[in-house]
């Protein structure tokens, strides 16, 4: 019963990997508490990125921190949809 990383976070917000109708930031910002929590628990970015990547959603290290702050940016900003 280990699975975790808040359950793959959220299986990645149940989209299916091949999933063409819901961008790689729409599915980011659904898992985006998931992953802030992640990451205040000590969880380095590579092995969310590993999780991420065995659900379907693979992108580099440069992708995800810049699309990680531009969630961040437009949850701070009550922009987020």
């Known amino acids: ?5 808040s359950d793959d976070l959220q299986s990645l ?4 990997p091949g999933d063409i109708k819901r961008s790689k ?6 898992v ?3 992953i802030e929590t992640a990451l205040q628990s000590g969880i ?5 990125l590993e999780t991420l990547k065995r659900h ?8 995800f921190s810049t699309t990680l702050q531009r969630l961040r940016k437009e949850t701070k ?3 987020a949809p």
């Open 1 to 5: 019963m280990e699975r975790t990383l």
């Open 13 to 16: 917000a149940a989209a299916p």
């Open 25 to 30: 930031t729409a599915r980011l910002r659904a």
């Open 32 to 34: 985006l508490p998931d």
């Open 44 to 48: 380095p970015h590579g092995a969310i």
């Open 56 to 63: 379907g959603l693979d992108m580099s290290i440069s992708t």
């Open 77 to 79: 900003e009550g922009r």
